[in-house]
């Protein structure tokens, strides 16, 4: 259960399996559109749009998973792109392009372990934060309740 009480409650089982399903959503769309980053985006709004009228606690991993999976589509989309140049226009695969791509390789497999490990711990009932998104999440979601 919560310790550090953030949400000022103790989830309950569904809470905690819908909250862990935001982070695996992504995981899911790798399955259906690997080449195309949109899709693990796409997957984890409307995810985020069926849950947004639920408990602060799902509310706020489904924004926490779609603000990291929006801060990795730009990432790819950028790969995406600069792949797409190279194999239909004159531009040349550089240094740098390869050295690009390794980085996003390594982004997305660190990105995918992560997400595992934080689905893992939301389904337990933990609150795990993740580097800078959480904040992000805790303004957004402050404003949130703030309006209701």
Same mark, same amino acid.
């Given at each position: 259960?919560?310790?550090?009480?953030?949400?000022?409650? &103790?989830?309950?089982?569904?809470?905690?399996?819908? +909250?862990?399903? $935001?982070? %695996?959503?992504?995981? *899911?769309?790798?399955?259906? #559109?690997?080449?195309?980053?949109?899709?693990?985006?796409?997957?984890?709004?409307?995810?985020?749009?069926?849950?947004?009228?639920?408990? &602060?606690?799902?509310?706020?991993?489904?924004?926490? +998973?779609?603000? $990291?999976? %929006?801060?990795?589509? *730009?990432?790819?989309?950028? #790969?995406?792109?600069?792949?797409?140049?190279?194999?239909?226009?004159?531009?040349?695969?550089?240094?740098?392009?390869?050295?690009?791509?390794?980085?996003?390789?390594?982004?997305?497999?660190?990105?995918?372990?992560?997400? %595992?490990?934080?689905?893992?711990?939301?389904?337990? #009932?933990?609150?795990?934060?993740?580097?800078?998104?959480?904040?992000?999440?805790?303004?957004?979601?402050?404003?949130?309740?703030?309006?209701?």
């Amino acid at each position: 259960m919560i310790t550090n009480g953030t949400f000022g409650y &103790a989830p309950h089982n569904s809470e905690m399996e819908r +909250a862990s399903n $935001s982070y %695996l959503m992504s995981l *899911v769309a790798v399955i259906v #559109g690997l080449p195309l980053p949109i899709f693990n985006l796409l997957a984890t709004f409307f995810f985020y749009l069926g849950n947004k009228n639920s408990t &602060a606690f799902v509310k706020w991993h489904c924004m926490q +998973a779609l603000l $990291s999976q %929006l801060g990795l589509f *730009v990432f790819n989309s950028a #790969g995406f792109w600069w792949t797409i140049s190279v194999i239909f226009q004159e531009e040349k695969a550089t240094n740098c392009y390869f050295a690009y791509m390794i980085t996003i390789v390594l982004f997305n497999l660190i990105e995918f372990i992560g997400t %595992l490990i934080l689905a893992t711990r939301t389904r337990k #009932g933990q609150h795990p934060e993740l580097f800078f998104f959480s904040d992000i999440t805790n303004l957004i979601c402050k404003k949130n309740e703030d309006i209701k």
